[in-house]
């Protein structure tokens, strides 16, 4: 049997936002044959998404194997704080704030950092070869796959990393559309730091990032050390922009912030690949996955879908690889779809609002998703898997180390939702 590693001589990621330089950083870490080749390709007029500033626990583990710094070193170098889990506020039918807490609970934390300044970090910690050019195709050849760009001849890769952001256009033979996710628009302005960097060391305030019900939608507020990034997710199909900016200032004047920088309206599809990785090609980032910002999962799915992907490739004979290649992408589709089940969920019970958009997200868009993740739709049972944590969840007697099963949302985490939201 042949090592897979041997046949992974010459890799490419396409892309360089948060998706892309993780990818690279982990090849560059984690390859076992340091004579491999990796080439970061990128188009520097096309701009990275920037935002993606909440993560989860398990970033920073990742980080520090990434980049060999401290986990200190890093959180100052991002302008991070420590991220304990979100704060809800407004949501469900018990109008009480709750938490929705990482486990174990006030001890598991991952960052609110600056997405651009890991993105800095990881490239310098990943020895590639950058090439600045437009990708016009990726295409699966033989054994392996071609990138063609624009005013550069061909090249041939092992395998690609594909991380060039959201697709242009959804199309039903490639794309599980996510309709039980009723938004699609984000605007993102930049306000003062409430959290103050600390002089030598990093911040050990606990923070949360905020999750608020607004009669449009709701707002995410992110604590850094040099701003406060807030989110305003909402569907422009529902509402019209001008007024959720008038929400906006509303929501501003009541936090007291009197200065903002607005920053970008930024329009999103909430979507799976149906072809996360088809054995040459792995789509990660924003153009695997993506399912609104509620529960920050996109950097989390990234992750993991690097991890799985480097992990066969490296670890598995060679010739397991074709077999291989049907499984590991119907688990990480499965993953990402119980991931959007359980951010659609949120909505289920509605807000303490009851307006044109809590009504659409309640009674119009999360009763389609036994549709629309019916396994001979999506080739998969990540439905089955949801049920089967709302089926426990009406168990009256679970025990306490049960909470934590399940990857990416356990059962804690549909507990502490559950009754957040009173329902
Ligand atoms: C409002 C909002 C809030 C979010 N909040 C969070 C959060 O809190 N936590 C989280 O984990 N995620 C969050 N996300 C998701 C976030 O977008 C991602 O985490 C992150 O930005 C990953 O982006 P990416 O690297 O996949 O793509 P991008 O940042 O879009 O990067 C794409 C890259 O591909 C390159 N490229 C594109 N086309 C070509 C081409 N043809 N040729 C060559 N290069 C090309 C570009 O130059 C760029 O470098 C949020 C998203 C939105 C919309």
Not at 13 to 40: I, K, N, Q, Y
């Amino acid at each position: 049997m042949h090592s897979g590693s041997s046949l992974l001589k010459k890799i490419a990621v396409v892309g360089r936002g948060t998706a892309g330089s993780l990818a690279a950083a982990a090849v560059a870490r984690f390859h076992p044959d340091p004579d491999h080749e990796l080439h970061h390709i990128y188009d520097s007029r096309i701009p990275t998404l920037g935002v993606g500033e909440g993560t989860w626990p398990s970033l920073l583990p990742y980080l520090e194997q990434l980049t060999n710094l401290p986990d200190e070193t890093i959180q100052q170098s991002v302008n991070g704080t420590r991220k304990y889990g979100l704060a809800f506020e407004g949501w469900g039918v018990r109008n009480q704030d709750f938490i929705h807490s990482f486990i174990p609970e006030n001890v598991s934390y991952g960052y609110h950092l600056c997405a651009d300044l890991m993105g800095e970090l990881l490239r310098k910690s990943a020895n590639a070869r950058h090439i600045d050019a437009k990708v016009l195709n990726i295409t699966r050849v033989d054994g392996g796959a071609q990138v063609e760009f624009v005013d550069l001849a061909p090249e041939r890769y092992d395998l690609v990393f594909d991380a060039r952001g959201f697709p242009r256009e959804l199309h039903p033979d490639r794309h599980i559309n996510v309709p039980f996710i009723p938004t699609n628009t984000a605007i993102i302005r930049r306000c003062p730091a409430t959290v103050k960097a600390a002089r030598n060391g990093p911040v050990l305030e606990h923070t949360y990032t905020r999750s608020i019900a607004r009669p449009h939608g709701w707002a995410a507020v992110i604590p850094l050390t040099t701003h406060t990034a807030y989110g305003y997710i909402f569907n422009r199909d529902v509402t019209a922009l001008a007024e959720v900016e008038a929400d906006f200032d509303r929501l501003l004047e009541t936090d007291g912030v009197a200065e903002f920088e607005p920053r970008a309206v930024i329009r999103f599809p909430n979507f799976i690949h149906r072809r996360i990785y088809d054995g040459a090609v792995c789509r990660i980032g924003n153009a695997a996955a993506f399912l609104e910002p509620l529960q920050a999962t996109t950097i989390a799915a990234a992750q993991l879908q690097i991890g799985m992907i480097l992990h066969t490739r490296f670890n598995r004979p060679a010739e397991r690889l074709e077999r291989d290649v049907p499984t590991v992408n119907r688990f990480l589709v499965k993953n990402m779809l119980y991931y959007g089940l359980f951010v659609g969920w949120h909505y289920h019970c509605g807000s303490k609002f009851d307006s044109a958009f809590w009504r659409h997200a309640r009674d119009h868009a999360w009763p389609q998703h036994r549709d629309a993740a019916a396994p001979e739709v999506v080739d998969c049972d990540a439905l089955q898997m949801f049920d089967e944590m709302v089926y426990l969840l009406n168990q009256s007697d679970i025990e306490k180390s049960d909470h934590n099963q399940a990857y990416g949302f356990s059962l804690g985490s549909y507990i502490q939702m559950s009754k957040g939201l009173g329902c």
